[in-house]
C-alpha cells in the first residue's frame, strides 16, 4: 500500500510553481483551459464535478487542485485523488512539519460520506478505488483513519479490504 508522502516545497529551478502569486489570471486561465479540456475529451463529468465540489467544500485542496490542472492540462479525478489521500492522512496525523495548513481530514471524510452514499456508480469508483484503496494499510502511519469512517465508507473498505 502507498506510503504518506511528506509535503515538500517545489524547486522553482526544477518546476514552475503554479500556485504562486505572480500571475494569478494566468493560472486561471490554465484551470479554465483545463475544465473545458477535460469536458471535450469525454472525462465523465459526475467524476469531474466530485473534484470540483470537494475543492468546494474543503478549499484547503485548492492548491493541489491548481497544481494537479497545472501538470496534467485537465482534471483527472482518480490522479487528483492521490492528492487527496495523501493530505488527508497528513491532516489526520496533524503532522507538525506541514509547511502549510492541510486539509481538514473530518470534512473531507464527511464530504466523501455523503457522496459516495448517493448511489452514483462513477462517484463510488472514484472514492473506493482513488482514496479508499489508497488509505495506510495497518502497518504504516495513519492507518487509524480508517476507524474514522463513517458507516458508508467503512462498509465499502470492509469489502475492498478485509484485513485492512
Do not use: K, N
Not at 57 to 69: I, L, N, Q, R, T
Not at 87 to 113: I, N
Amino acid at each position: 500500500m502507498p506510503q504518506i508522502i511528506p509535503q515538500t516545497t517545489t524547486d522553482p529551478t526544477t518546476a514552475p510553481d503554479p500556485t504562486a502569486a505572480a500571475d494569478p489570471a494566468g493560472i486561471a486561465a490554465t484551470i479554465a483551459a483545463a475544465v473545458a479540456t477535460t469536458t471535450a475529451t469525454g472525462a465523465d463529468p459526475a467524476g469531474v464535478r466530485l473534484v470540483h465540489d470537494l475543492v468546494g467544500h474543503v478549499p484547503s485542496f485548492e492548491d493541489a487542485y491548481a497544481s494537479h490542472v497545472f501538470r496534467q492540462g485537465e482534471v483527472l479525478p482518480h490522479v487528483f485523488f492521490w492528492d487527496v489521500v495523501q493530505g488527508t492522512v497528513r491532516s489526520f496525523l496533524a503532522r507538525a512539519d506541514a509547511r502549510e495548513p492541510e486539509p481538514d481530514w473530518r470534512r473531507t471524510l464527511d464530504f466523501l460520506e455523503e457522496r459516495c452514499g448517493r448511489g452514483d456508480t462513477v462517484v463510488d469508483e472514484v472514492i473506493v478505488t482513488s482514496f479508499l484503496g489508497d488509505l495506510p494499510s495497518p502497518h504504516e502511519p495513519g492507518h487509524g483513519i480508517v476507524g474514522r469512517l463513517g458507516p458508508v465508507l467503512a462498509a465499502r473498505f470492509d469489502r475492498m479490504r478485509p484485513t485492512g
